[in-house]
């Protein structure tokens, strides 16, 4: 395989992330060194690790602008993310309050409104029956 090709499927697997199975989620990496001597770039990984030094990894990705704008993006998209959680969250919750609210304020003009419905009539026994 040449280099053009390795690095074209390096591109899209790169492109993919998360969902590449090379994805290191504990330091955020792309598993380069597995990715090469998984397409068969055993030649260039040793390039690689001559410039960058080993681990691979680690190295390559650390002297990487691009990468560490990425980083950072990253972390910054899923900070806004949680935020946006939270205040999915918050809503749904003031949601639920306010539907509350509006029920307990329903029962309480029912309630009202038969009180007002009932009326007292004045009566009892007339002076006439007491006798």
Sequence with gaps: MDYDELFY???LEVAEWEYSPYYLEKGELFDL???????HGQELKEELE???????NEKFWSGS???QRLKKTRETVKEMDAEQERKREEFAQSVVENKKAREQLLRELRASERRSRLRIIPGGQSNSSKK
Excluded: Q, V
């Excluded at 001559?50 to 691979?56: C, H, I």
């Design 33 to 39: 060194e597995r990715f090469l001597l998984d397409n």
């Design 9 to 11: 499927k390096l591109a």
């Design 65 to 67: 602008l691009a990468y």
């Design 50 to 56: 001559k410039t960058y030094g080993k681990p691979l």
